[in-house]
């Protein structure tokens, strides 16, 4: 089974400061990773996605996360913060030999951006 | 290119009314799965589907049935809505290739079971 952990349900930055919203994923075979963003009254945008290339993925918006097999983890961060990064994140699994793609979510980490 | 359309965007119910909730998609993708949000839970996976005429549970199913006749289609049902269905739906279809996989989402249906 798959499953991931996101620590934190709420992560408060400044403007101009690092974002890092933490990811943990348990699967028992090479997963594929996502990340998604929730703007409010909106679904779900993919981010980035990792699928067994670069361990290091660039998404969109200046954000990018690092696929670290020995501690199950694949962060997100993003060097500066910008006001438009508030948002609810959401970090995925999905196994690619269980034949169905469809991907497990974690609780997900609301961003908040302070001016 | 429409991508995944669900309608309604709002529904209010009262306990013990039946809906069906629309979802079509028009990017030929093979999988397709209704997801729940709630707050402090994330998306939880209800029903998905690898193909026409082929679905299978998640792992919050009770209350709800799907059918998938067609590739662009899943329609999630309510058979008999109680306020803890009271939620917003999203409808999610997804493809695979040699880069890997993707889903692709809706814009989510806010149901209110009064």
Redesign the interface.
Known sequence: AQSVT?LG?HVSVSEGALVLLRCNYSSSVPP?L?W?VQYPN?????LL?Y???ATLVKGINGFEAEFKKSETSFHLTKPSAHMSDAAEY?C?V?D?TG??????????TSLIVHP | NAG?TQTPKFQVLKTGQSMTLQCAQDMNHE?M?W?RQDP??????IH?S?GAGIT?Q?EVPNGYNVSRSTTEDFPLRLLSAAPSQTSVY?C?S???SG??????????TRLTVV
């Open positions: 996101q349900s594929y996502f998604y909106q679904g779900l945008q993919l996605k699928t067994s290339a959401f995925a999905s690619p034949g169905s793609y469809i991907p497990t979510f974690g609780r997900g | 995944v999988y799965s997801y402090g839970m994330g998306l939880r996976l998905y690898v299978d998640g999203f999610a997804s493809f695979y880069q890997g996989a993707q889903a692709f989402f809706g814009q989510g």
